[in-house]
């Protein structure tokens, strides 16, 4: 296993950008480095796949990367942008159930034949999740309101399909 692969530092490179995002940079930059965080989503695993680096460390480090991004720039805004404090519980609720569910299979170990993979609802959760970071960049906070809401309502579709994909 190659953790320093290209895809690999492709996910890692989201990190040092939600920090650059939140620094008190030009709005310009921000953009930029929001826009490479979500080229790099894209990027990392269409490189994985079409060079075969793929590996369990990669599909592990992606969605953690995604998480520590979208968390870094969401509780940022909050603070900066006054935001409702029960859009939190919104935006990562599939995120918390996932995690949750993930510690109980390993404190119970539960053996599944099957590994749990990315699902096309979950991946429409961390769409909207990165469009709302853009929302909040460009202070379209009304925008940003029904994309909460449309994060909430893909999560639960997300967290009901993750179930019964993991209970077959």
Same mark, same amino acid.
């Given at each position: 296993m190659?953790?320093?692969s290209l895809? #690999?530092l492709?996910?890692?490179?989201?990190?040092?950008?939600?920090?650059?995002?939140?620094?008190?940079?030009k709005?310009?930059w921000?953009?930029?480095?929001?826009?490479l965080? =979500?080229?790099?989503?894209?990027?990392?695993?269409?490189?994985?796949?079409?060079? #075969?680096?793929?590996?369990? !460390?990669?599909? /592990?480090?992606?969605?953690?990367?995604d998480? =520590?991004?979208?968390?870094?720039?969401?509780?940022?805004?909050?603070?900066?942008?006054?935001?409702?404090?029960?859009?939190?519980?919104? /935006? !990562?609720?599939?995120?918390?159930?996932?995690?949750?569910? !993930?510690a109980?299979?390993?404190?119970?170990?539960?053996?599944?034949?099957a590994? =749990?993979?990315?699902r096309?609802?979950?991946?429409?959760?961390?769409?909207?999740?990165?469009?709302?970071?853009?929302?909040?960049?460009?202070?379209?906070?009304?925008?940003?309101?029904?994309?909460?809401?449309a994060?909430?309502? !893909?999560? =639960?579709?997300?967290i009901?399909?993750?179930?019964?994909?993991?209970?077959?």
């Open positions: 190659k953790i320093f895809p #690999n492709l996910s890692l490179s989201r990190i040092p950008l939600a920090f650059l995002i939140i620094a008190p940079l709005p310009e921000k953009y930029l480095f929001c826009g965080a =979500i080229l790099s989503d894209f990027l990392d695993g269409y490189l994985a796949k079409k060079f #075969n680096q793929t590996s369990k !460390f990669g599909a /592990i480090l992606d969605p953690a990367t998480k =520590i991004f979208v968390l870094t720039i969401v509780i940022a805004s909050f603070v900066q942008l006054s935001l409702p404090i029960y859009w939190i519980f919104l /935006i !990562f609720i599939r995120d918390i159930f996932s995690s949750t569910g !993930f109980m299979i390993k404190l119970f170990k539960i053996k599944r034949s590994e =749990i993979k990315s096309l609802a979950g991946k429409i959760v961390t769409v909207l999740q990165f469009l709302l970071i853009v929302f909040f960049l460009s202070g379209k906070i009304e925008l940003a309101e029904l994309t909460v809401y994060i909430f309502a !893909f999560s =639960i579709v997300s009901v399909d993750y179930l019964v994909h993991f209970l077959r």
